[in-house]
Each structure stands twice: as structure tokens, then as C-alpha cells.
């Protein structure tokens, strides 16, 4: 009886709160919509406009519906720059193309709405070269592209397929293409660097063979490569057989026939020609001469010392040499350059980290980092070797830059150095992170740069026709839209015609002069390129500046 009592006062408790809940006046909200502009009724065709490409002055219709009662009142931004309206209709509206126009999204603007137009592309000098046959280039970050002897390219970096190639047999960060892009099957790597190795750097010796330089531990088959090596020009590792310490095998008889051929056997060993590496990162490998300058992060420098080593067990030497080293094409220490013979390790080097380097024809070498000294002398940014690897005093940089440098390039046609960075100043003259340089340090101060907006340069040169490309995150220079790309003349303005193409989607870690299959001057550009001038792309592509 207790329990029915229970279950039917329970019962009344919940019937009487549900009829509180009711009864009480619920809270209300705002409309978070309310406000909102009332939509217009622009609309417009997703068809391309007519014509579909055009130049600057040409007059372009798109066609669009709901425009005519704000024909007083819209504004057209052609990727960014305004163009002059010629004529709305009912169905369409036409605009003159604008001086500084480039290709890609326009926005039709009515107070503070914004439409979205179809493409339009821009007519002008610079454009994807449609006959480099790269496909859609590689799947990773391309480090850098080296000109080869017989006009080919030895192309390097993180990536595993080239051109649809090494979906089932990954390429692992090297490639050898014909001029105009081609894979080059005959050029054997045996999967070169392997899936944790990446390739940043390389040259190519007089005898055609290859030094490799950058993050890895292998080469092919081969273990225990010190992030440098050298390969035939066939893309094999370039090997010979050493003599070792031989071992009897355990249990075995030592007069034993069979044990005299395990021994003898066991005193040889097929190992890398190349005997020499790093215990850190090798950025950049120079030729000067008939020698190897590697920068980078290097730390130890290790060699082999095979004489006091077995097949199982090897001997190793090392000694610190910090950031920059001279070696020759065997992988053998040079004491002579940048190294103290007294303590038996390299010279101090940057108070900091170096990025990029140049071997000037004269011999010396311009690094250039993030280090306030070099050597223990003052040094922005920037600093010169002599031919022995002392820094040279002569070196006219004054200041140097006031911030980091992340990249340098040099132009033998012109004999100047574009560098780029997050310095804001050279030597005590503005510089918004792009500057060009003479031989001997001092500021080119005819090449003024304009000002960049929402965004910097990442890595910029200077060709051999006098033009200044420039790559970055930047949306706008000199308040025209240039998002990420742009050609310049050698005073820094705008080169007419040579700024027509669409956003640059990524970032450039290199860039080599070529031609195009019809002998058109072109670029190629390699990084991390995810798309450009509106198409899709991989890490590489070859791009037309027409004369």
C-alpha cells in the first residue's frame, strides 16, 4: 500500500512541475539575422564572359541579370583593380579592362555586398608554358632544379612521383628531365634518398657526375651516407671496393680452405667513392674550382676510416666544423679553408644560422643567414669569405640588413644579388625585404622597391635581360593587385606586360632560366606550388616571359 502511496504522490510531483514550466514565461533571444542587408537580386551566369580573354582597354561582357536598378550605384573590381563600367542591361554588363588588370575572380560591388564574376583572363607576356611536359609536376616540395651539361635538368627535393611517374615505385626526391620537361626513365636511382630523406641541393662535376647534398641516410641501397654523396650521371650511387680488417668466421678452422675464402672474402667491402659527410643538414653545395663548398647547418663532418674497420663495424673520424666547409670531390676535408689547424676544428662562423650562399666567379663566397657576427666580426645578415674562408673586410655591406635573410640570387649576366627576407633596411636604406646588391656588398640604389602589402617576398632574382622576378605572400605592390607574383624592371616598377597572370598559390625555392620548346625566353620555378595563374600544379613548372 506504501508503494502505490509512493508511485502516485511521484506521479502528482511530476504533473505539477511540468505545469510550473509551462506557466512560466520563457526568455527570449535576439534574431541574429535581423539586420542583414535585403538581397538584391544580382545574379550572374556562371558562363564565361565574351570575350573570354582580352587585353588592356578591351571591353568585356558578362552576363548577369538584376543589375539595371543599381547601375548608379555598383562598382567593378577586376582581381582587384577598378574597371570602368561601359554599359548595363538587363542581362549583361560590360567593363573596360583596366591598366594593372591581371587574371583571375572579379567582384561586382553594391555598398557593402559583394558579387562574385566568372574569370577573365588577362592577356599579356607571362604565361604557363603549355609546352614544358612536366604534367602536373611532382607531389612535394621541390628543392631545386639543376642545369645539366647535356641541356637535361636533375630535378630534386621531397616528393615521390614526377609527371605521374613513381605511383607504384616511389622516386624519392630525384629526377633527371629532358629540356623540356620529360622524365628520363634510363636515369637509375634505385629510389634514391628513401622515404625519410630529402634532397635540398646539387651540382654537377666537369666529369659529369652529380654531388647530392641535404637530409638523408642512404642513397639507394646504400646506408650510412653523412647527408652528401656522388652519383654517375646515370643517377647509381658512384661506388668502389675498400679493403677492411678481415674476419674468421666463429668455430671455424683457420687452415680451412673454406675459412681462407670467408676471410678473404670479409677484407673487402663495396662502399660510397664519395667517403665524407655531416652530422647535420647540408643547404647548399657550391662549386669554387675544383673544390666543394657545402653551408648549412653541418655541425660534424665524419668520414670512414676503413683501414681500422670490418664490414660489420666501421671506423668513423670526426670534428666540428660548424656552417661552412671546403671539401674536395672525394668527401676529403680541406684544412686549409675556414678552419682552425691549432685546435683542430672550422672557424667560429655566424653568431647564428646561414640559408644561402654564392661562390662569386673570383672565388668568394657571400653567405647570408640570421647571424649578427661572423668570425667574431660585426655582420648584418650578410657577410663575405675571402678565397681562403676568412671573412673579408673589403665586403662593402656597411650594416647589412636588419633582419634575416632567407634567400640570395645571383645573376652572372648582370654580376648582381637579389636577396629577400624580413629586413626592413640595408646598410641604413629602406628595404621592405627585397634588395638588389653589386659584387662587393654595396646597395644597388637604382633598383628601388615599391611597397608590399599583406605579405612579404619569399625568394626573388634578377634574369639575364635586366627583369626582376618576385615571388612571396604579398596580395598587392604598390597598391596593384600582384598576389604572390610579379615581374619588375631593373628600377622596380611594374615591367608592362609581364604582370598579367593570376595569384601564385605557394612558395619558390628556386628559379633557372630556360627557353620554351618554340625558343621562347621562360623560367622554371620549383617549391611548393600548389596552383598558379588559376590552374592546379605540382611543385614544379617552366612559365613564359615572351619578349
Known amino acids: ?13 511530476l504533473l505539477a512541475a511540468l505545469a510550473a514550466g509551462c506557466n512560466k514565461q520563457e526568455k527570449e533571444y535576439p534574431n541574429p539575422y535581423q539586420g542583414g542587408k535585403e538581397q538584391l537580386g544580382i545574379s550572374f551566369s556562371q558562363e564565361l564572359p565574351s570575350p573570354q580573354n582580352g587585353g588592356v582597354g578591351d571591353v568585356v561582357t558578362f552576363k548577369a541579370t538584376g543589375l539595371l536598378p543599381h547601375k548608379d550605384a555598383l562598382e567593378f573590381l577586376m582581381n582587384g583593380q577598378k574597371a570602368q563600367v561601359m554599359a548595363v542591361t538587363d542581362k549583361s554588363i560590360s567593363v573596360k579592362v583596366p591598366a594593372g588588370a591581371s587574371s583571375g575572380g572579379s567582384l561586382l560591388v553594391v555598398g557593402e555586398q559583394l558579387f562574385p564574376v566568372p574569370v577573365f583572363r ?5 604565361s604557363i608554358d603549355r609546352t614544358y611536359q612536366a604534367g602536373k609536376g611532382t607531389n612535394g616540395l621541390t628543392t631545386a632544379v639543376v642545369p645539366t651539361i647535356r641541356g637535361r635538368y636533375l630535378v630534386m627535393g621531397a616528393f615521390t612521383e614526377y609527371a605521374n611517374v613513381g605511383m607504384s615505385d616511389p622516386l624519392y626526391g630525384l629526377v633527371l628531365t629532358e629540356k623540356h620537361g620529360q622524365y628520363v626513365a634510363a636515369f637509375r636511382t634505385d629510389s634514391a634518398v628513401g622515404r625519410n630523406g630529402v634532397l635540398y641541393t646539387g651540382v654537377q662535376l666537369p666529369d659529369g657526375k652529380f654531388i647530392l647534398g641535404g637530409s638523408f641516410g642512404q642513397y639507394g641501397k646504400e646506408t650510412g651516407v653523412f647527408n652528401l654523396t656522388r652519383i654517375h650521371e646515370g643517377g647509381k650511387l658512384d661506388s668502389t671496393i675498400v679493403r677492411v680488417i678481415p674476419r674468421i668466421p666463429p668455430g671455424m678452422d683457420p687452415h680451412d680452405p673454406e675459412a681462407e675464402a670467408a676471410v678473404d672474402n670479409s677484407s673487402r667491402d663495396t662502399v660510397p667513392t664519395f667517403n665524407g659527410g655531416f652530422l647535420g643538414t647540408v643547404r647548399k653545395v657550391l662549386l669554387q674550382g675544383n673544390k666543394l663548398i657545402c653551408i648549412g647547418d653541418l655541425g660534424l663532418y665524419q668520414q670512414y676510416f676503413y683501414e681500422n674497420s670490418t664490414r660489420d663495424n666501421r671506423a668513423i673520424d670526426r670534428r666540428w666544423v660548424g656552417d661552412v666547409v671546403r671539401l674536395d670531390t672525394d668527401g676529403n676535408l680541406d684544412s686549409t679553408y675556414h678552419y682552425d689547424l691549432v685546435n683542430h676544428r672550422g672557424l667560429e662562423g655566424p653568431a647564428g644560422s646561414l640559408t644561402d650562399g654564392v661562390v662569386l666567379p673570383d672565388g668568394k663566397l657571400i653567405v647570408v643567414g640570421a647571424f649578427r657576427t661572423y668570425n667574431g666580426a660585426i655582420a648584418g645578415n650578410i657577410a663575405r669569405l675571402t678565397a681562403a674562408g676568412s671573412v673579408d673586410p673589403s665586403f662593402a655591406a656597411g650594416a647589412g640588413a636588419d633582419d634575416a635573410v632567407t634567400s640570395m640570387h645571383y645573376s652572372a649576366a648582370t654580376k648582381k644579388i637579389v636577396i629577400t627576407g624580413r629586413f626592413k633596411n640595408y646598410n641604413g636604406r629602406p628595404r621592405p625585404g627585397i634588395a638588389m646588391i653589386n659584387e662587393d656588398g654595396s646597395l644597388d640604389e637604382t633598383f628601388a622597391p615599391g611597397t608590399f602589402t599583406d605579405g612579404t617576398p619569399g625568394y626573388s632574382g634578377q634574369l639575364s635581360s635586366g627583369l626582376v622576378v618576385v615571388t612571396g605572400t604579398f596580395r598587392k605592390y604598390n597598391n596593384v593587385t600582384r598576389e604572390g607574383f610579379m615581374v619588375l624592371n631593373p628600377d622596380g616598377s611594374l615591367a608592362e606586360g609581364y604582370n598579367n ?14 627557353v620554351t620548346a618554340e625558343g621562347e625566353p621562360a623560367i622554371i620555378l620549383s617549391g611548393l606550388i600548389l596552383s598558379f595563374d588559376n590552374t592546379s600544379l605540382g611543385g614544379i613548372l617552366r612559365v613564359v616571359l615572351s619578349k
Open 1 to 13: 500500500m506504501k508503494q502505490i502511496i509512493s508511485k502516485h504522490t511521484a506521479g502528482v510531483l
Open 501 to 514: 597572370t593570376g595569384r601564385l598559390n605557394g612558395f619558390i625555392t628556386s628559379m633557372v632560366e630556360s
Open 122 to 126: 588577362v592577356n599579356g607576356k607571362v
